[in-house]
Structures are given as structure tokens and as C-alpha cells.
């Protein structure tokens, strides 16, 4: 265990505040009521913890260690260029993958490949998919500007 370096308890109640604010509003809105709201420091960090104690749940493993990588999304973390610069990566959804295929690999035939079509198809091959990003990105400098819509 180790100390985050912020004060991430806070924040995270922070944010469930902000959220039911907002919901509370909205129902003041729809029926003139008023709610009390009632957030729990420990209950927002359970919630955040939400994916690995899934895992720990009823004596399961912990996830694997992933580094930079998301440990269910993938294309999601760190790769190198040409220039043996590093590039952070996040691609979170269907959308984004086909943008990045047809843009940034200029591959859209990877959409449709069955290794690669779904996040969880590209998370299960992901040493796969690592090569051919990395061999595009060898392709390039950091400096080098790559954008996708």
C-alpha cells in the first residue's frame, strides 16, 4: 500500500457531491421538492474501486499489474515512437477506434478483424495489436502531428 499523493478520498467525495447537487437539482426542478444529500468519503473510494475488487471479490485474484495500460480498455496506455519518445494513448470506444484506424494506422480493415473489432477482443489480443501500433508509431516522431476526428 501507498500513499496517492493527493487527497483522493476527498476528491472522490467531492465528486459524488457534485453529482448528487446536480441531481437534486434537477428534481427541484421537475417536482419544487428539496433532497438531503448524505456522502460517505469511504463509500466514494469503494465505489472508485469499483474494477479491482471485482477481482478480490469472494477470494478471486487481483488484477494483473498493467502499468500505464488500462487493465479492460485497449488500445490504453504508453507507446513508443521513432525518436524513442513516448505517446500516451486512450482509445475508449468503437468510434474512437475506427477514427484511429482509419487516421492514425491508416488500417480500417482492422475494424472488422475479429482480433480487433470489439474492446474486448482488442484487450484479449492485445500483444498483437501492441505490435502493429508500435510498428506505425516506429514510423514517426513524437513531434509529428497525428489527429483524428
Known sequence: ???S???IADIAAGMQAQTAILAALIQRG???EGSNIDVSMLE??????????????DGAAPPARTGSDHASIYPYGAF???DEKVIMLGIQNEREWAAFCASVL??????SDP???RNASRSANRVA???IIEARFAGFTRSEEHTYE
Open 106 to 111: 491508416e488500417q480500417t480493415e482492422l475494424t
Open 5 to 7: 499523493g493527493i487527497a
Open 30 to 32: 421537475k417536482t419544487g
Open 115 to 117: 482480433r480487433f473489432d
Open 129 to 131: 495489436l501492441q505490435a
Open 1 to 3: 500500500m501507498v500513499k
Open 44 to 57: 466514494a473510494m469503494v465505489e472508485w474501486m469499483g474494477f479491482p475488487l471485482n477481482y478480490a471479490y
Open 80 to 82: 513508443v515512437t521513432k
